[in-house]
């Protein structure tokens, strides 16, 4: 049976630090508590309805990702252990537990790193337009959801609220350094390389995703906040993949397309889902969490932490 569902927190003796769309991020001493809600967006709001274990499923699969990759790169993850967190915490393990990731703090950089290995969403709009992805030329003749000849950086900005809009590399070079968007470009294009061997070995085509990255107070650059979850990536399953239209998915396009049936404005007030749209997205993010980390998501009520 789905859990609660959690859609704003209340930490007590915590400083929130920021409400997003989907996160509530908390100050804890050095560090920050990163806590993924069950809230869903979708053109650029959040949604009236939650989605239960959405939150834990965005949380525990990206400690999944990150461990996978920390070879490539430090992550911003400490522990996703209440009991490792301050004892300001630990009083709300409850609400805590499966969903939190205690991590490190940094300056995040105004730059959205997307990779793309398929031609889909913002990438197929801006190319029916120009022929171009991010000031990329691409082959002509291709269809929606073509695989591209090999992988782009597609950098963004990156928006508090609103919708990021997709800039190039020249554009970002500006932002923050042509040195420090070489290796970002870099970074960007082996994760992603791992997603998708990972992800095609389940079966799941990773067509692109999104990665942040931030700067620590003695200038280390580590990768921040989700790491290639159906909030910040388009996973198609790998047998039902057809070119020439949008692809079934494991991410919120199946929300999307709801909202566009019902010709919603896309403008306050914001539409609820009803239950089985709440359903079959929930049953889409649990089945790639399975898929790709073989096992099942941690809902257990977490019990064990004590309060010094």
Not at 285 to 302: M, N, Q, S, V, W
């Amino acid at each position: 049976m789905p859990s609660h569902v959690l859609l704003d927190t209340k930490l007590d003796g915590l400083s929130l630090v920021r409400r997003g769309k989907v996160r509530d991020v908390y100050a804890a001493g050095d560090h920050l508590i990163l806590v993924a809600t069950d809230r869903i967006s979708a053109f650029d709001y959040v949604l009236g309805s939650g989605i239960p274990d959405k939150g834990r499923v965005l949380n525990q699969l990206s400690a999944f990702w990150f461990a996978r990759t920390s070879g490539l790169i430090r992550n911003h993850l400490i522990s996703t252990n209440v009991n490792d967190y301050p004892a300001t915490a630990r009083q709300f393990a409850g609400e805590l537990s499966g969903r939190s990731m205690l991590a490190r703090r940094t300056t995040p950089l105004p730059v959205e790193c997307v990779a793309r290995g398929y031609i889909s969403g913002s990438g197929w709009k801006d190319y029916k337009a120009t022929g171009e992805v991010c000031g990329i030329p691409l082959p002509k003749g291709l269809k929606e959801s073509d695989r591209l000849p090999e992988p782009i950086f597609t950098p963004a900005t990156k928006a508090d609220s609103g919708h990021d809009e997709n800039i190039s590399e020249e554009a970002a070079a500006k932002v923050v350094g042509e040195d420090l968007l070489a290796r970002l470009k870099e970074l960007t294009l082996a994760l992603y390389a791992h997603g998708v061997a990972h992800a095609e070995s389940k079966g799941i085509i990773l067509a692109d995703t999104k990665f942040e990255f931030g700067l620590t107070d003695g200038n280390e650059l580590l990768l921040i906040d989700e790491m290639m979850t159906p909030d910040s990536s388009r996973y198609w399953p790998k047998d039902t993949y057809s070119p020439g239209g949008p692809q079934p998915s494991f991410d919120k396009q199946y929300v999307r397309d709801y909202l566009e049936s019902i010709h919603w404005n896309k403008q306050p007030p914001v539409p609820s889902l009803p239950a089985d749209v709440v359903e079959n997205t929930r049953g889409k993010y649990l089945d790639a969490f399975r898929r790709l980390t073989g096992h099942e998501l941690d809902t257990t009520p977490f019990a064990a932490a004590t309060v010094d």
